[in-house]
């Protein structure tokens, strides 16, 4: 995994809530054994007309989304089905972090596993970044801050394993695989 | 000692190494669950890095999401239609061989939905740590397991290490009092439940779910129960174990035998949560007062009693998008509303108790006209134990198509699909815009309001047909 220190970017604006992993790429497609190309089914049933051709109704349609790396969405984005496909299909579209209010406990852990950075503010930043799609964001990982183009500054909370990992790209199997003494020792040490 | 719940025993007794404020607990898993779609990408990772699957004998492998459920695909020579589930089974098949997994494979009989073979194997057991790359490991739950669901990248973690990284989540008591009253049933309580804390009122937390009408019961109702809290965004859900639990699982194949068996019974009677042992949170319902649930929106919170309406909301814009996805008006009634197709399967409501309560209703009527009724049992021995009770009977003279077990309908993955705004009144867990094919329009309830549905053509109260 590449190192991240900050995500600077214009956002992209979904505002519906409760977006979830049927939404962000639906189950037809999760017939893939790799875990490449997804982007192009990011959002499927919402970002296609029928026909295949591109809705322009849709948020990430616009010209002015284009090329955007953080998408701000409504409250509790992520839910429902563990499809880590999820994340790999909003990394290969090119987003780097993901805004809400609230961010479902899988969705999160997925997405840190694969540099997609979740994102979780207040009611009041997420009501202003919601109304200002376009706006230029600059997300800090070494002090766990956004910066607004107003300026303000907004913390997020981010668990320090995670952080850690995503500034120095430490990979969490290496970790773990670490871990083999300690493994080995409660294994042997279990009375069942 | 200081008073702990039934979650905390059961976290604390799996932390190889507990948890600091800079790096997340390692927690041992008992039991690994594999299938066919959150796999592939898992095996590759180990293939590439040169590493074993560190404990084949803690791991099981079944396919139940993609695979068909056309009788003549699964036994017969016609190929699987669907040729990217096609290449996911035979992929699971090349995986669970070259590193030793345990595979119930396509024609085994003891395939079915992971969630629904591994209770029925007796290989879901009180105290333990059970996961899988998919949402709904929250069923085992049920037996006082900590179950929950992973990412791929997480299941590779245990393939290889047979360890998760974590962080304590918090708890959530859910008292139930009261018991529920006939023709309502624990998909109702659940559903009441979510409807009551939100989809997202879990997140971040294990439920309990206690109290008398918890501990009422029987595994295969509480199983419903506990699947369904990631509808309501917890990591898990838990039911301490007791006697209901025990008389379940006494004689299962994969269950402790012997001396094991009562050593175990003695680990088991001491897991559930000691008296004034706190939560972080807790919630009260009275499950006497409760009524059959269905869904009129596009999540499972979004729901009523049948006969309640369509609450008014317009102008929000949640709501809003909700109502025009599913063709429904503020203030509705739900009772009347006609239905295309009925499902009644999935790891929620695909068990032998379901298909008994749905066969009540069936017996001696018909699927009304332009209905079709799809009957999917969780696991080939469920289909089994059907057809020998004389159930499959009842389903097929109703005029229901009775099929193979697997995950069908729920998510449409296998080529069984509802058509675009066609409504689909089903068993299953997930109302989600799309899940059961594009553009199709569920709505959630028990297998016994899905029957009645099924028979009345329309959105009917069960109570009366029972
Ligand atoms: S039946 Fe539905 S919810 Fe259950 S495991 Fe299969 S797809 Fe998931």
């Known amino acids: ?64 989304a284009q090329g955007c790396r953080v998408l701000v969405a409504g409250r509790n984005f992520g839910c429902g089905s563990s499809r880590e496909h999820a994340p790999w299909a909003l990394a290969d579209y090119g987003f780097r972090a993901v805004i809400s209010t609230e961010i479902a406990d899988i969705f999160r852990s997925n997405a840190l596993k694969n540099g997609l950075l979740p994102v979780t503010v207040d009611e009041a930043s997420a009501r202003w970044l919601l109304e200002h799609p376009g706006a230029e964001v600059d997300i800090d990982l070494t002090r766990c801050e956004m910066t607004l183009p107003t300026g303000a500054v907004v913390p997020f909370p981010l668990e320090p394993f995670a952080r850690h990992r995503l500034l120095h790209g430490v990979d969490e199997l290496g970790f773990l695989l670490g871990k083999r003494g300690e493994i080995e020792r409660y294994e042997a040490a279990r009375p069942w | 000692m200081t008073a702990r719940t039934l979650f905390e025993k059961v976290w604390a007794s799996h932390e190889v190494v507990p948890e600091t404020p800079d790096t997340p607990a390692v927690l041992y898993i008992d039991l690994h669950l594999i299938h066919e779609v959150t796999s592939p990408q898992a095996f590759s990772e180990l293939r590439a890095r040169g590493l074993p699957v560190r404990r084949p004998d803690r791991t099981l492998a079944t396919m139940d999401h993609s695979t068909p459920t056309a009788s003549d695909q699964v036994f017969g020579r016609v190929p699987i239609t669907v040729d990217a589930a096609a290449r996911q089974v035979q992929t699971l098949e090349r995986n669970a061989a070259e590193f030793g997994v ?19 194997l007796g290989a879901t057991q009180p105290g333990t740590t059970i996961v899988c790359g998919d949402s709904h490991t929250s069923t085992h739950g049920a037996f006082g397991a900590l179950a929950f669901g992973i990412g791929t990248t997480e299941v590779g973690h245990v393939l290889a290490t047979q360890c998760l990284l974590q962080r304590k989540p918090k708890t959530l008591a859910v008292n139930v009092e009261g018991r529920l009253p006939p023709g309502v049933t624990a998909k109702d309580l659940i559903l009441a439940i979510i409807g009551r804390i939100g989809v997202s009122g879990g997140t971040g937390h294990v439920i309990e779910y206690r109290g008398p009408g918890i501990r009422a019961l029987s595994m295969e109702e509480r199983m419903t129960v506990c699947n369904m809290s990631i509808e309501a965004g917890a990591r898990a859900g838990m039911i301490a174990p007791d006697e209901t639990t025990i008389a379940y699982l006494r004689g299962r194949p994969r269950a402790p035998q012997g001396a094991a068996w009562e050593a175990a019974l003695e680990r088991w009677r001491n897991t559930g949560t000691d008296p004034g042992a706190a939560f972080d949170r807790s919630v009260d319902l009275d499950a006497s007062r409760l009524e059959p649930m269905i869904t009129y929106g596009t999540n499972p919170g979004m729901v009523v009693p049948i006969s309640g309406s369509v609450p008014r909301a317009a102008g929000d814009p949640v709501h809003d998008q909700a109502l025009a996805y599913m063709g429904f008006h503020d203030g509705e009634p739900m009772l009347g509303k006609p239905v295309d197709v009925v499902f009644i399967g999935s790891c929620t409501n695909g068990r032998l108790e379901d298909l008994r309560a749905a066969a009540g209703i069936l017996k001696g009527r018909k699927v ?8 999917v049992p969780g696991s080939q021995r469920i289909k089994q134990e059907a057809e020998a009770a004389g159930l499959a009977e009842i389903f097929k003279s109703a005029g229901a198509d009775w099929r193979e077990s697997g ?47 099924a028979v009345a053509g329309r959105i009917t109260d069960p109570r009366g047909m029972i």
């Open chain 2, 407 to 453: 995950c069908s309908m729920c998510l449409g993955m296998n080529g069984d699909t509802v058509a675009k705004g066609a409504y689909s009144l089903s068993t299953s867990n997930r109302n989600f815009e799309g899940r059961q094919g594009v553009g199709a329009r569920t709505l959630l309830a028990s297998p016994l309001t899905a029957a009645a549905a």
């Open chain 1, 1 to 64: 995994m590449e190192p991240l220190q900050h995500v600077r970017s214009r956002t992209a604006v979904l505002a519906a809530t409760n977006v979830d992993t049927d939404q962000i790429i639906p189950a037809r497609f999760l017939t893939t054994t790799t875990k490449e190309g997804l982007g192009k089914q990011l959002f499927a049933d919402w970002r296609y007309l029928p026909d295949g051709s591109p809705n322009p109704q849709f948020a990430l349609n616009r010209p002015e």
């Open chain 2, 102 to 120: 345990e595979l119930f494979a396509l024609r085994d009989p003891r395939r079915g939905i992971v969630h629904v073979i591994s209770p029925e």
């Open chain 2, 368 to 375: 009304a006209k332009g209905v079709r009724l799809l009957i």
